[in-house]
């Protein structure tokens, strides 16, 4: 089954891809019943949200509603062990009489699990509306029972964004600071050196916290500063306006050394600077102003990471997702040397950002305590002048804008709303290096694309959960023969390998994947993946171009078996060599026995919109008692089939029968020819390409159309019986 | 042919479009090929922009390129007229010399076409660069030779924007007034009392104009008030800001009586008012910002106008277009009633728009002198108190915006950029009123739509143009009896009617095109236009619900003929009596002949992606000789196309074959029998998707395409060779 979905037919479906703007389609799609992947779900546990791999890549550690689990990361649905972390009845309580849902908000979603030290691990929880915070003893897989206030760095409300990431052991996190929601914070959690941003809207204007990643520093190739910690999120735009709330993507960053200010900004950053981060196209035409996810792409290879970022439009998002890429200097480049904006205030209730044109105060506002900063005896933040901060205080955001690598987006994708996003980067097997994206769906599936020849080519697409939830979490897990993707949604975890080579079956296959994973192996005759082969020797074939010329040879056109009657119907060829009808095979008892003819069902492998008609057909030749039985979604079907019969010479018969059928989801078909000498049977899945409705435009519509295909139903029987009339009106 | 294309396949059509956002698919598409349409091209002459119907609804006039024509409006194919104004070689060689293309620039494109009385036409044209206007005498058909300087009724360059409108013998028109069309006006030629607008941005910034037209005063219910002349154009906001110039949809309007100020606006619009123009969901998502095309509807059972607006987004338009419509009253509150914005100066460089709170002259700035002015001594333009001019002149943007009736769009469509719309108020059978839009596209096509319960249903898709080239100009002609629409193009003048009725040849198609121009008509058993018929009496047949239980009764389902073997199969049926496969039909002289069987090719008609993959199939019985011949578009396919031969007792064959395919545009198909005793044929069209890139995305699309397609056919052969070898494998 799925070497059809994967078969000559989807491969055509890239073709349909190609004719549509922004709607590169999947080569292949991968069901989730046709590929192995690993499940982990615990009964009556929701929500896994958290995902972290431990130090040695040998533990998955997934944080979901009310627990946390270690898993094997080569297998998923293989639990280690398991902490439970209960709300407790009396806090349930009191959080329902505020109002909350007893049943789904006032439990304990854990946002936060990161790292402390080797030993234990850092676990917040929502908490039923009180966040709380706890330390996971790995060895005992035990909470120590600590009970932390976990306001600041966890959200009180599950609905709410968050982000966080644990450096030195101090966690730094993005999230809202009260039981509203209503205000926004970036902080670190120290015990000596606490810091927090201002409440104010210039500095946070109702975020949507993304990502949180220490970057920068001698690691990552900066010269002379210390970590910087950037934060990623959306938030309601001050600086431009329109008829409702404008959203504007942003990257802000914070100095790991910071230490606030003696007297202004005490216990506040003195080093909070934020900037737009643009995605779309350098005309404005395309514009992608939400931000759904980051992914920090680090290689041997290169020379500073790169910034990936997962968006959608705020403004006419009728399916649109894109994917843009920065470089970390471009970032860094804004902080360090770009123009501030400040606010002014018009007819005293209004106010503008413009560029701020005046002079700038030293050492320079925002700015990491760097050398130069020492040399001027500027040791800490503590010891900054007033005025420096005073003025950062005032113009926390840039004018200036990061705008992406290659000045557009990577890949834009239309009739998908994409959520999260990983890279992986990739050799291909002529030392070429691809950054192959894995970016996830709201509707469950995992989309694997890379940029060949400045065009994006979506390599597969693999339906991870069944039931089409949106992805939560994606994991990359990079190590050499454990290169999996992990992603957690409401329902489970479930773990996929980063490729599929085994599925190709043929050389062609393997190639025209044009996945730098896979080749063709002549040896054992099977496509493998690079990663998992000890030595990529000279003997494998890959060619991203996808050029299939190097496959061992085959005969590329079919030479129609001696005796049968497929035969090439052309101009002039029309008078060539007719051979009767093959007599239906017989069995060692001589008994004519059930052949299929072509075309299988199975070489009529489709994908149709929904509710968009399409038909079958199915023939065979057999004994005289041979009859056809249609199965849809492994029930024989009730509706009327057409079907033809005919009495061959020697007892024979041949069968012909066509279904016309319109469904709304993707459905598995089987046609069985079944007689007294045996049965065959060949199946097929017509895969309805996605919807794009919401479900109550979606319902209301249907009633229309369902009318309307009643009314209709009645005609095409008529006409097909008119046909019928006019050919038989001679004899029979 | 065309049967098939609004047969029981596209029907279902409309299911697909159900399932996909924003994209209602035309139940029916009608090929320029299936439906007689009349046109008008003279050889040489291009740029058909302009179309005038004569007082009397006898004549069209058409303005083209250095070309005036008048028509008949019952057959534009009938020219009656011609006279030529074309640019002397000096003007154009002195164009030329500005550095304009001589061959299309410097030509004179006729931009205005109003009438002067009954017997002239007010005609100006781009002339070179160098506008200027003429009376064409309509007795002779000549242009007297005036040469009036058109600076400012028309534009120098034939790519700007341009509207006017007559009125009482004065030309109001909204162009640009120099050569580099960077000086936007909108103006009254008036020899007594001629007007401008203010050459300022907050008056006009960067517009383009979209249409003119007399409004309100007693003719249109709005009371005590002179008529006032509506300007609709896209510019770009003061407004607003974002990382590129937002435009924003504008309705203005002046009044009649203006004569302009005495010392202040002195020979400047006192009246000039304008307001955006919103056409969205009124939760934002989704804005359509740049405004294509306006049409007022009038109708003797409509308490006032509604203007109907075409709409196309700024930002993020994957091809996306709406409809909205606004009530006169809306607007007129907004002038009368709505609050004024200001501009307020921010850091000496900068200017924010802000809603003004202060107090408001009296008489209320840019409104009309009404009987309440006249009584206060005011009783004209030139009375008014500076006050009031000066706030006029420095506050011509409204703060209020116009919205839409039912606050979002009739019509939301993706895939398709809407060009123009008329609107076509008509009555159902059962008395009913639908407003019926009539709206083109830039690919040639007209969308025929009307709103049933509160759902937008297509009725059918006309292409009125073969090349697929944008509709420039549409008018409609509602007298009854000669209802038509004309559409003008770079090629020429097309004329449709209204409704195709006669094209629906069964009660069911008829009634199931929920078309209130059409109904069933049992006695002569056709599907008439109501506003051809004499009396529409209760005999007709029509349900807008698409109910067709009215229709004539006929049998539902088809009763196999006697000896047929088309049996249905089901559940348990599968033991179904069996009739042997029916011998060919023979003719006089006893030998078979050449018999289609079903499903015919005809009953195959679908509509696919461009370059989806499709399968047809053909089958028949006939001679020995018989064989089968494919056909795409009229040519013998050259390519491979499998086809089996069956020989059948008695000395006949039955043949089968079947075609897979792809195409890039819509393709008739023929499958033709052919033997020495006849032949027989069945055609089908499958109509292609509209794609929805650019031509330069396409071209390298395209490109990676077909060497997909082209390795991906050896593949396909081998698996159809594989499945003929295993149902060979035992005898032939």
Redesign the interface.
Known sequence: MCARTG???T??????G??????PIPRITWEHTEVQLARFHQPGIFNYSALLLSADADTLYVGAREAVFAVDTLNVSQKRHEAYWKVSEDKQARCAEKGKSRQTECLNYIRVLQPLGTTALYVCGTNAFQPACDHLDLASFQFLGRHEDGKGRCPFDPAQSYTSVMVDGELYSGTSYNFLGSEPIISRNSSHSPLRTEYAIPWLNEPSFVHAEVLGGSADGVEGGDDRVYFFFTEVSV????????LIPRVARVCKGDQGGLRTLQKKWTTFLKARL?C?RP?????FNVLRSVFVLRAPDLQEPVLYGVFT????????SAVCAYSLSAAEEVFARGKYMQS?T??Q??T?W?RYSGPVPSPRPGACIDREARAANFSSSLSLPDKTLQFVKDHPLMDD?VTPTGSGPRLVK?GVNYTQIVVDRTRALDGTAYDVMFVSTDRGALHKAISLE??VHIIEETQLFPDREPVQTLLLSALKGRRFIYAGSNSGVVQAPVAFCGKHS?C??CV?ARDPYCAWSPAPAACVALHQTESPGRALIQDMG???SACPA??????????????????GS??SP??????S???PDGRP?V??????LS??A??V???????L?C?ATGP?DA????EKNGR????????????L?GGG??V???LQD?V?ESTEYRCSV?SSAGSQASGVRVTVLE????PQ??W???L??W???A??H????????K???S??????
Chains 1, 2 share one sequence.
């Open positions: 078969g000559p037919l491969a055509l479906a890239v073709v349909f190609a004719a549509v703007a922004f709607a600086e431009f306006e329109f008829l409702s709330k404008l643009l779309g005309d404005g035409s395309l514009f439009p705020q403004l006419n998002n009728v399916g649109l002014a018009v007819e209730s209004h503008k413009v804008s239309s400045g065009d043929t062609e296959d025209l996808g050029e299939v085959s005969s590329p056109m079919p030479s129609p078996p001696p005796g049968s009657s497929l035969s090439c119907l052309g101009p029309s008078s007719r051979s009767p009808w093959p007599a095979g017989s069995g026995r052949t299929l003819l072509p075309p299988l070489d009529q489709q994908r919109p929904a509710m968009g008609t399409f038909h057909f023939q005289a009859h056809v039985v249609w024989e079907l009730e509706a009327c089939v057409p079907v033809q019969t005919l009495a010479p018969a041949h012909l029968s066509w319109a709304r079944r919807p794009e409705v919401t435009e979606k209301t519509r249907e229309a159309t009318r309307a295909v009314g209709e009645g005609r095409l029987m008529q006409s097909w019986r046909a019928w009339e050919c038989n009106k001679d004899t029979f």
